[in-house]
């Protein structure tokens, strides 16, 4: 199902979802980068940003203007997010400053700064001579948010996903560039290392999606699942918790990928329309709730 195709069947959706998010977003679970990125050096595979540059591919960008908050502070809320709705959890070893670096693409100065304003908040804790450790989300100073799409059902939440993120998919096998394409890349590796190793593969796999959605060409688009995959964040955890979920999940994302790569539109289309089911199907006989990935 190619992007068109999704768009003309379901217009109606993307209207309905454009006045859902008429209100701001709350920036602590916005997962968009969204900016040209610049390589540190020949040898990084990482792409980094200033600290001091912004970033404009929310929801609310879209709709308020440019944000004057800088990459750090939105690092700082991403990891925030993170933590607050449970995706990391106390007691989870926080990936290195470099391996961290090169998922979120940007540079270490900015992660460096991001680790130590949720230290000073309490949420993360430092060790001299070992990683440092998720302590909890007591130090959130702000309430902790609802998205708008959360009054809505799972079932409404997973559908509308399916929907957009399988077209996402599609338009990404046919325009993704290939410095986004090498990200993607060398986060699937990731992934693959981290089977055993929750908050890197977590964050990996959530960088992966949103990578997805910008790759798609349409940044309403991807502004849209940003908030949509934000809201099942929280049920995302406990669900590659059950036993062989991570490995499952990494395959999946390794055929998605290797769709995209071969510019096929309606393999990545079929790929990621099975991961997103398949999930679903995992959590039948429990509550429902949103595919994760």
Same mark, same amino acid.
């Given at each position: 199902?190619?992007?068109?195709?999704?768009?003309? /069947?379901?217009?109606?959706?993307?209207?309905?979802?454009?006045?859902?998010? *008429?209100?701001?977003?709350?920036?602590?679970?916005?997962?968009?980068?969204?900016?040209?990125?610049?390589?540190?050096?020949?040898?990084?595979? %990482?792409?980094?940003?200033?600290?001091?540059?912004?970033?404009?591919?929310?929801?609310?960008?879209?709709?308020?203007?440019?944000?004057?908050?800088?990459?750090?502070?939105?690092?700082?809320?991403?990891?925030?997010?993170?933590?607050?709705?449970?995706?990391?959890?106390?007691?989870?070893?926080?990936?290195?400053?470099?391996?961290?670096?090169?998922?979120?693409?940007?540079?270490?100065?900015?992660?460096?700064?991001?680790?130590?304003?949720?230290?000073?908040?309490?949420?993360?804790?430092?060790?001299?001579?070992?990683?440092? #450790?998720?302590?909890?989300?007591?130090?959130?100073?702000?309430?902790?948010? /609802?998205?708008?799409?959360?009054?809505? %059902?799972?079932?409404?939440?997973?559908?509308?996903?399916?929907?957009?993120?399988?077209?996402?998919?599609?338009?990404?096998?046919?325009?993704?560039?290939?410095?986004?394409?090498?990200?993607?890349?060398?986060?699937?590796?990731?992934?693959?290392?981290?089977?055993?190793?929750?908050?890197?593969?977590?964050?990996?796999?959530?960088?992966? *999606?949103?990578?997805? *959605?910008?790759?798609?060409?349409? #940044?309403?688009?991807?502004?849209?699942?940003?908030?949509?995959?934000?809201?099942?964040?929280?049920?995302?955890?406990?669900?590659?918790?059950?036993?062989?979920?991570? #490995?499952?999940?990494?395959?999946? *994302?390794?055929?998605?990928?290797?769709?995209?790569?071969?510019?096929?539109?309606?393999?990545?289309?079929?790929?990621?329309?099975?991961?997103? %089911?398949?999930?679903?199907?995992?959590? #039948?006989?429990?509550?429902?709730?949103?595919?994760?990935?």
């Amino acid at each position: 199902m190619s992007f068109a195709t999704a768009h003309g /069947a379901h217009l109606g959706l993307l209207t309905t979802l454009f006045r859902v998010f *008429h209100q701001p977003a709350p920036a602590v679970l916005r997962l968009s980068t969204g900016l040209p990125t610049r390589p540190v050096d020949q040898c990084a595979r %990482s792409i980094t940003l200033s600290s001091e540059v912004t970033m404009f591919d929310t929801f609310a960008d879209l709709r308020a203007g440019l944000s004057k908050r800088t990459v750090r502070a939105q690092i700082t809320d991403k990891l925030a997010g993170m933590i607050v709705t449970g995706l990391l959890r106390a007691g989870d070893e926080m990936p290195s400053e470099r391996d961290l670096a090169e998922a979120l693409e940007v540079s270490r100065e900015t992660v460096r700064g991001a680790i130590q304003a949720l230290v000073a908040r309490g949420m993360i804790g430092v060790a001299q001579g070992a990683r440092s #450790r998720v302590l909890g989300q007591e130090g959130w100073l702000a309430a902790k948010p /609802a998205l708008a799409v959360s009054r809505y %059902s799972a079932a409404e939440i997973h559908g509308a996903r399916l929907q957009l993120e399988v077209a996402a998919a599609s338009e990404a096998a046919r325009h993704i560039g290939t410095e986004a394409l090498q990200h993607l890349h060398v986060l699937v590796e990731a992934q693959g290392r981290a089977l055993r190793d929750p908050a890197i593969f977590h964050i990996c796999g959530a960088e992966f *999606h949103t990578g997805i *959605h910008r790759a798609s060409g349409n #940044r309403l688009l991807a502004a849209i699942l940003v908030e949509i995959y934000g809201q099942a964040q929280q049920l995302r955890r406990p669900v590659l918790e059950a036993p062989g979920a991570t #490995r499952r999940s990494w395959q999946d *994302h390794q055929r998605i990928l290797a769709a995209i790569a071969q510019r096929d539109p309606e393999a990545a289309d079929a790929a990621m329309t099975e991961h997103l %089911s398949r999930i679903r199907t995992q959590r #039948r006989g429990k509550r429902a709730a949103p595919p994760v990935g």
